[in-house]
Structure formats: C-alpha cells, structure tokens
C-alpha cells in the first residue's frame, strides 16, 4: 500500500537553480495538494488540484509552479530557488476537497 | 488573528497522566475539525475526526463547541508513545470550495 510517495527526500540547491518534485498517489484521489511546513508557520498550502489538468494557487504561489498532467501524479517546480523556499514540502491527496488528506513522507530541500 | 491557533506547548507530563490541549478558529462557517498527529521529521497522520456529538477512541477523546468556536483533544492514561505533535485542522469554506487550515501545532512530550 503505497498510498502517496514524493521524490526526492532531500535536496540541496543553490541559489537560482531550478527543480522538480514529484509526488504520486494510488489511491484515485481527485484532490492533490502542496503544502510547505516551516518552524511555528503550521503547514500552508502552496497550490492544489481538483482533477486531472487543473490547478490553483494556495495560501503562498509565489516562486512555485504546479502540473497536473495525470490524475495520479503532482508535479511541483521551483524555476529559481531562494533561501527563503527552505522547507520541508509536503504531498496529499484526498477523495473529496477539504476532508481526510493522506500525506507522502516529505521533501526536505535547503537552497543554499 | 491566526485563522486556527493551538498553544504550541511544549506539555511534558509523565506517563499516565491526562492531557488536554484546546484549539480555537475563527470562521464560524467551518464545517469540519480533525486531529492529526506528527511525528518528529515525519508526514502528518490522521488521528481523529471531531464531531459536534463529540467522539472517543481508546484513550483519545475530542469535542467540538460551536458556539465558542473551539475544538479539543483529551489524551488519558499517556504513553511515551503519545509524544508528538498535535495538530489542530479546520475545514473553512473558501473560495467557492473547502480547504482544510493547519493550526501550527502542539507538542506533547510524556516522560518516565
């Protein structure tokens, strides 16, 4: 049971590169979101899905952006990386907008 | 004023004790209030949905009161496995739709 996996599990970027991450879920869910979780900030919310070839932006869009080109798979990009995007990154997917969320393990990137 | 606010703690209490933590939203639209748990450098897991009837698993105890717009969580009999982060979530409508809003946390630490 797989249930939602993001690749990698850490990175190091320097200033101005750009990246990718992936996150994947086998459970149909029609909702995927981005999450980022930094000291005393809680989790918020970068962008999210509602279906296959949909997106929108969240609490914070800025400096991210977000395909969602098959119903399983969630794609997050930074074109530019800046310290201030040094996180820990988060996928989830739900069945219905705004219930239960299932969380991957967690992206830890440091831009440097 | 934080749209969900949890005391960040930390609570450390000895194994066996009661714990309570509270947490309080500020959009009297919401519709629905979870428990998730964290563990350190870990993804958030589902812990407990909080119904206005109020709702017991095991040792874990939450109620939700409406009118003063405040959810909690009540562990009893702790165990060194109790210890975490607990966070409060919210689902707010926004935006035509609903998203769930992430309180920052409460740690609980349970000692010998």
């Known amino acids: 049971n797989a249930g939602v996996t993001q690749t990698p599990k850490f990175r190091v970027l320097k200033t101005g590169q750009s990246m990718t991450l992936l996150c994947a879920q086998d459970?149909?869910?029609?909702?995927m979101y981005w999450y980022r979780q930094d000291p005393g900030m809680g989790l918020r919310l970068i962008h999210y899905?509602?279906?296959?070839?949909?997106?929108a932006k969240g609490e914070v869009p800025d400096g991210y952006n977000v395909s969602r080109l098959k119903k399983q798979n969630f794609l997050l990009g930074l074109e530019s990386a800046a310290p201030s995007q040094t996180s820990v990154y988060f996928c989830?997917?739900?069945?219905?907008?705004?219930?239960?969320?299932?969380f991957g393990q967690g992206t830890r990137l440091t831009v440097v | 004023r934080k749209e969900v606010e949890q005391d960040p703690g930390p609570f450390n209490v000895p194994e066996g004790a009661t714990v309570a933590f509270n947490c309080t939203y500020s959009?009297?639209?919401?519709?629905?209030f979870f428990w998730y748990r964290q563990d350190c450098r870990k993804e958030p897991k589902l812990l407990m949905s909080?119904?206005?009837s109020g709702n017991e698993d095991g040792r874990f105890t939450a109620q939700l009161n409406r009118a003063s717009q405040y959810i909690s969580l009540l562990i009893r009999d702790s165990k060194l496995s109790d210890s975490a982060t607990y966070l409060c979530?919210?689902?707010?409508?926004?935006?035509?739709?609903?998203?769930?809003?992430f309180g920052t946390g409460t740690q609980l630490k349970v000692e010998l």
């Open positions: 989830a997917s739900s069945s219905v907008y705004g219930t239960e969320a299932f």
């Open positions: 909080v119904y206005s």
């Open positions: 959009n009297s639209a919401s519709q629905s």
């Open positions: 899905s509602v279906g296959e070839g949909t997106t």
């Open positions: 459970m149909n869910h029609e909702y």
């Open positions: 979530v919210v689902n707010f409508p926004r935006g035509g739709g609903n998203k769930l809003t």
